[in-house]
């Protein structure tokens, strides 16, 4: 049995179909398109109705996509664009439309809970408690549970990686005197939040993925995060994408998802291991559950 999930972010839409597996899921096909709706939003508010016509082309190549790979049920999710956007309606429409099945706007808990659930999924000999840390584009969810019971509680920081290099980190590179205004801001919006009572700390993202590459490890201490974000602050982005193999979009927002990374593993007080799994592969399962029950 296989599954499709479309995925519509701040940053990209990504399309997973999967199969269920033992104890997780298995990719089947996975794809990708860099949209950059948050940036729009940011800017003016709302999606422009050209952005709006790409977007809906893009979900409607996806939904062609998971139904010629035999997907049994599809599932469009919208994130912080649905959110933020002053035209939100708009954009769920658009979907709807051109998928042909319900769009679902997941609320900040709602994210954080499908990402907690994708990214345990993958991790051989899970403790007792984890924490889950998700970077977006526009916004940042922190979850911490246990693999039987599933998340305990969820707190969703408003700020992400696009949303953080429109404000403060617009010139490439970036500055001293604007890093550090990004930092001040990313410390600000992370107050209250304050250690982990688990045991593990996973991250999940654009952000943590492309730090993996960068870095050439998993796990991101203090030490590994410092000096990713010291070379990333060097660097133009087409340098970084040229280097590390990313695209430029990718690229371009990296440094400002670093910073977020660093001030939330200070607040966690633990390393982030950066996990295989997270919103698309949760929202897959949660498919494939209810497709075995019914």
Same mark, same amino acid.
């Given at each position: 049995m296989r599954v499709?999930?479309?995925d519509v972010g701040s940053?990209?839409?990504?399309?997973?179909?999967?199969?269920?597996?033992i104890g997780?899921?298995? #990719?089947v096909q996975e794809e990708r398109a860099l949209l950059a709706l948050g940036d729009e939003i940011e800017r003016f508010g709302r999606i422009s109705d050209l952005k709006l016509a790409e977007t809906a082309e893009r979900a409607r190549r996806y939904a062609q996509r998971a139904r010629e790979l035999g997907c049994h049920s599809l599932s469009v999710i919208v994130t912080? #664009?649905?959110r933020r956007s002053e035209n939100a309606g708009a954009l769920l429409g658009v979907l709807e439309r051109a998928t042909g099945v319900p769009v679902r706007l997941l609320s900040a808990d709602e994210e954080g809970r499908l990402a907690f659930g994708g990214a345990i999924m993958n991790v051989p000999a899970? #403790?007792?408690r984890v924490t889950?840390?998700?970077v977006g584009g526009g916004s940042t969810e922190i979850v911490t549970g246990t693999p039987a019971g599933g998340p305990e509680s969820c707190c969703s920081v408003d700020v992400g990686s696009l949303v953080l290099t429109r404000r403060f980190l617009d010139a490439d590179p970036p500055g001293k005197k604007a890093l550090a205004r990004a930092r001040a801001a990313v410390e600000c919006a992370f107050d209250g939040i304050e250690g982990s009572t688990a045991d593990l700390a996973l991250a999940t993202g654009g952000t943590a993925g492309a730090l993996r590459r960068l870095?050439?490890?998993?796990?991101?201490? #203090?030490?590994?995060l410092a000096r990713a974000a010291r070379a990333l602050a060097k660097c133009t982005s087409v340098e970084t994408?040229?280097?590390?193999g990313l695209d430029q979009v990718r690229a371009r927002t990296l440094l400002a998802g670093t910073v977020i990374l660093v001030e939330t593993q200070r607040r966690l007080g633990m390393p982030l291991e950066v996990a295989r799994g997270g919103l698309r592969e949760g929202a897959a399962a949660a498919l494939l559950a209810t497709a075995v029950a019914a």
């Open positions: 499709g999930v479309i940053n990209t839409a990504r399309l997973l179909v999967a199969r269920r597996g997780a899921v298995v #990719p912080a #664009p649905g899970l #403790p007792a889950v840390c998700d870095t050439g490890t998993r796990v991101l201490g #203090p030490d590994e994408a040229r280097e590390f």
